[in-house]
């Protein structure tokens, strides 16, 4: 759902919370730590992942505020740690703060995601290469757009899989089938942004550019 802040949120069963977050890659996890300290468990566990590793993490605890849990929060990883009951508007802000160094800084969801002449227009769904237009197939150009909005970083194949194919988590991934649209994509885009376009066996795939 998306909420009055603009934030897209989906809420995860405990359970379920590692397999969506290593098939979906959200840009950020909020959970509870959980009075049996589970909560801390599962962020040691996503830090540990090298699907997971880079995902930023917020705890969020409903006991009095203790810095020795505070301290042990980080330990395991987490990226924030904060005690509840705190404001909306706080959370907001802590929220806002991490996203900062998560992404790039010149995206936001509404923006068209340009770097290196290459620009691939979210709202009409058109790329340009050096101003002319490069026709892509649907799967192409969301590929594309997962490779841009996460430049710089790993996007997984489970999660490409997961996403531009649209299948359920459960589903076996095809690396294949990913493997063979990202080659389509590359000849496309022209030899110097197609070589951006980095495999990186058995994880996936990153676009380095400036």
Not at 127 to 145: G, M
Not at 154 to 166: A, E, R, S
């Amino acid at each position: 759902m998306i909420t009055e802040s603009g934030f897209q949120i989906t809420l995860v069963v405990p359970d379920d919370l590692f397999a969506q977050a290593k098939a979906r890659q959200p840009y950020l996890i909020l959970m509870n730590v959980g009075a049996d300290g589970s909560g801390l468990k599962l962020c040691a566990e996503l830090k540990a992942s090298p699907y997971t590793s880079a995902l930023p993490v917020v705890l969020m605890s409903t006991a009095l505020a203790d810095e020795e849990a505070e301290l042990q929060g980080f330990t395991e990883g987490a990226d924030d740690y904060f005690f509840q009951p705190a404001s909306e508007e706080l959370l907001r802000a802590r929220v806002r703060a991490i996203l900062r160094r998560y992404l790039p800084p010149t995206e936001t969801p509404s923006n068209d995601l340009q770097v290196e002449g290459l620009v691939l227009d979210v709202r009409s769904r058109k790329v340009y290469v050096n101003s002319a237009p490069v026709a892509l197939t649907r799967k192409e150009f969301d590929l594309l757009a997962a490779f841009l909005r996460r430049r710089g970083q790993v996007v997984y194949t489970t999660h490409l899989y997961h996403t531009v194919w649209g299948y359920g988590e459960s589903a076996p991934v095809d690396s294949h089938t990913v493997k063979v649209h990202v080659s389509s994509l590359r000849s496309k885009l022209g030899p110097e942004l197609g070589k951006k376009i980095v495999n990186l066996p058995g994880l996936g795939y990153r676009f380095d550019a400036n």
